[in-house]
């Protein structure tokens, strides 16, 4: 992949579809040379010949006789983002122009760039570590606050420079571990065992506490999961249409009409939410229905269960009009430990001093909403519910620590297991010397994994899929 790096590429950089601009990037040699051929100055100043870090407004040609306005935005190498030349393209957003453009660049040589091309140029010149790369295109899927906090500590490098340090102390010791066996025959000592096993010890510490407590970029990057969950007719389906303003379930009179999980993303003040709408459980005296049953309620009923296993957050809905506290406790008792919320449903139908009394019989730890989704009642403040209890709690940890893919996580504990193993090794030696070889090599290999991780030595399959998971003109 990528085996050639010195043509010039080109690709649409702005999002598909009409949109209020379109962006053209070129990369390479001839970027300056080609986008001269579609593209005038209004100043008439040659394109070709104009220096890096401009602004030009001109024309952009989609034939030799039709043009629109557009501006040039140059960066000459090293100082672009590939450390090559790069020129954009800004225009309006629309598909039909774009693709018009694209086709002349191409015709005149430029080379359509694959998923992810410019920010591997990026990376294969040195401008960027894998860890950034990664940090890259987290950001291109971020759908939410702490998402893109977590992602922009990985592209502005913390993880490396955290690695890199770790690694400097490494390379350090291996130093004199190295001097050890090069002077076997002096009677100078280097390095004694304590002080392997305390540098050892350190940086493994530090391993650990970011394999343990750094959380996984590939969960950051599904949408967080809020699942209504409440008996049969209790009004989730309808809830859900409310708050997703959208048809998307069937609503019933008929308690059981759901059946199947239904998703619908949602937007909640923080970011993105996947809202989950299933079957109602039949929790009469705290039991569900025999899982096994064949009926369709019940695997209805089970299927819900276990998506419920798997979500960030659980609202339980219990409807006022049928003895709602009774229903809350019975739910409570069956459901897992998640976060939750309560909304008491249809309050359309109640008396507001009876949804009072009844909200505050329902008062506990657990937050209460009076809702009516067909009136509208409560929706909104649902909605800033969700986004406190989903993204608020996750702030200051994304803020603060750096997130892992599972490459990263793998080869920070391939390093740790290589010092687990050097520090045994020192454990009960007289001499650094007497386990000198066996050292080294261990240390070698802590070494070599968080070289892995910023990507000094890559393989092929390991730029593959990173870059498989970039979209084109990025
Ligand atoms: N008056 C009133 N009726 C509601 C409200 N919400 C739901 N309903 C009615 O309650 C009945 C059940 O609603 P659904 O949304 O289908 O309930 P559900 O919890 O999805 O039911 P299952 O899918 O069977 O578990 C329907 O007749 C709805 O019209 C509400 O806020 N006010
Ligand atoms: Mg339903």
Not at 26 to 39: I, T
Not at 439 to 458: C, D, N, P, Q, Y
């Amino acid at each position: 992949m990528f085996h050639q790096l010195d043509d010039t590429i080109v690709a649409v950089s702005s999002p598909a579809g009409t949109g209020v601009r379109g962006i053209i990037r070129l990369s390479g040699p001839g970027a300056f040379g080609l986008a001269a051929g579609v593209f005038t100055c209004d100043d008439g100043c040659f394109v070709a010949e104009l220096p890096g870090h401009r602004r030009v407004a001109g024309r952009l040609w989609m034939e030799a006789t039709v043009s629109v306005p557009a501006e040039a935005y140059t960066f000459r190498a090293p100082a672009s983002y590939t450390h090559q030349d790069v020129i954009e393209l800004h225009t309006i957003g629309s598909p039909a122009v774009l693709g018009a453009v694209l086709e002349r660049l191409t015709s005149a040589g430029a080379r359509l760039a694959e998923p992810g091309e410019f920010t591997a140029r990026a990376f294969f010149s040195g401008a960027m570590d894998l860890t950034r790369v990664e940090g890259v295109a987290a950001i291109i899927h971020a759908r939410n606050d702490s998402q893109l906090r977590a992602s922009e500590a990985l592209l502005h490098g913390r993880l490396s420079r955290r690695s890199n340090e770790l690694r400097e102390q490494l390379v350090d010791l291996l130093a004199l571990i190295e001097a050890e066996i090069d002077f076997s025959e002096e009677a100078v000592e280097f390095v004694t065992p304590q002080r392997v096993v305390e540098v050892v010890g350190r940086v493994s510490e530090e391993l650990a506490s970011l394999i343990h407590h750094a959380p996984s970029i590939e969960r950051l990057e599904t949408l967080p999961e809020v699942m209504l969950a409440g008996r049969p007719n209790a009004g989730k389906s309808t809830l859900m249409n409310a708050l997703t303003g959208m048809d998307r379930a069937i609503q019933s009179a008929m308690p059981g009409t759901t059946r199947d999980v239904l998703s619908a993303p949602l937007s909640v003040p923080g970011g993105e939410v996947m809202l989950l709408d299933a079957a109602g459980l039949d929790v009469g005296a705290g039991a569900f229905i025999d899982e096994k049953a064949r009926h369709p309620d019940a695997q209805a009923q089970a299927v819900a269960r276990r998506s419920m296993l798997r979500t960030d957050m659980l609202i339980l809905v219990v409807d006022a009009t049928d003895s709602p506290r009774k229903t809350l406790e019975s739910l409570r008792r069956a459901l897992p430990p998640h976060p939750m919320c309560v909304v008491l449903s249809k309050a359309d139908l109640a008396l507001p001093a009876e949804l009072d009394r009844l909200a505050g019989q329902l008062r506990g730890p657990t937050p209460v909403h009076v809702v009516s989704a067909i009136a509208g009642q409560g929706v909104d403040s649902l909605r800033d519910e969700i986004g406190r209890a989903v993204f608020a709690a996750g702030e200051s940890s994304a803020a603060e620590l750096l997130t892992l893919s599972d490459r990263q996580r793998q080869s920070l504990r391939s390093a740790y297991d290589a010092l687990r193993r050097a520090r045994h090794l020192c454990e009960d030696c007289p001499s650094v010397m007497s386990a000198a070889e066996l050292l080294a090599v261990e240390i070698r290999e802590a070494i070599t994994a968080l070289s892995l991780l910023v990507g000094e030595v890559a393989t092929e399959e390991l730029l593959g899929r990173i870059f498989s998971r970039f979209c084109i003109g990025k």
